[in-house]
């Protein structure tokens, strides 16, 4: 397709449990980012990708977050043993920007809205 | 830290009327771009505004960064239900990763009634 696939859509777990939360990019876009997004807030940084250069995890919440981008392309988000304050909706987005090309839109997947129960 | 303070929150008018939102910040932004998120849907670009004093129209809604590029509004005009969403800024800026980066304010949420 040619946008941001996320997958999967909706994700509903019990506390203590691991997920893995899958980002497919728009073909050729650089720049990979994840996003948290609590019930119609903004949206909050978790960690972004850049080519092949070390990812920004600044943004990350705690050592039960991690992510990985394979290849260059596809990104996954793992969030170890879920606590119920992670549950919001999370986007991935991906731009054709580098670190010398500022004002580069992001194009944003629909999400996937994680529920621990 | 880049913070965006957007208002209001929340934003409830009838069909037909005119409003405001609000993006300030105590930070310079290289942009500051403007997205629309419906439900169950991620955000969507509507514009960017690069220069200082910029004015920017798309259809009814006008876009503006303040001279300082720290600040920006959005300005609906004849509101329509179709205009129901939630509104998002964010400040394009150059982070301490070495990289650039957008800090997206809070949102402000729309709902026009018909």
């Known amino acids: 397709g040619a946008g941001v696939s996320q997958s999967p859509s909706n994700k509903v777990t019990e506390k203590g449990k691991d997920v893995e939360l899958r980002c497919d990019p728009i073909?050729?876009?650089?720049?990979l980012y994840w996003y948290r997004q609590s019930l119609g807030q903004g949206l909050e940084f978790l960690i972004y990708?850049?080519?092949?250069?070390?990812?920004?995890k600044s943004g990350l919440p705690s050592d039960r977050f991690s992510a990985e981008r394979t290849g260059g392309s596809v990104s996954t988000l793992t969030i170890q043993r879920t606590q119920q304050e992670d549950s919001a909706v999370y986007l991935c987005a991906s731009s054709p920007r580098g670190v010398d090309r500022p004002n580069q839109p992001q194009h944003f997947g629909d999400g996937t809205r994680l529920s621990i129960l | 830290t880049q913070l965006l303070e957007q208002s209001p929150q929340f934003l409830s008018i009838q069909e037909g009327e005119n409003l405001t939102v609000y993006c300030n910040s105590s930070s310079v932004f290289s942009s500051l771009q403007w997205y629309r998120q419906e439900p169950g849907e991620g955000p969507v670009l509507l514009v960017t505004?690069?220069?200082?004093?910029e004015v920017k129209k798309l259809k009814r809604l006008t876009f503006q960064f303040g001279d300082a590029r720290k600040d920006s509004s959005l300005h609906i005009t004849a509101a329509q239900p179709g205009d129901t969403g939630l509104y998002l800024c964010a400040g394009d800026h150059f982070s301490g990763a070495g990289s650039y980066q957008l800090t997206f304010g809070k949102g402000t949420k729309l709902s026009v009634i018909p």
């Open positions: 505004v690069v220069t200082g004093g």
């Open positions: 073909s050729g876009h650089t720049a």
């Open positions: 990708f850049q080519g092949n250069s070390a990812p920004d």
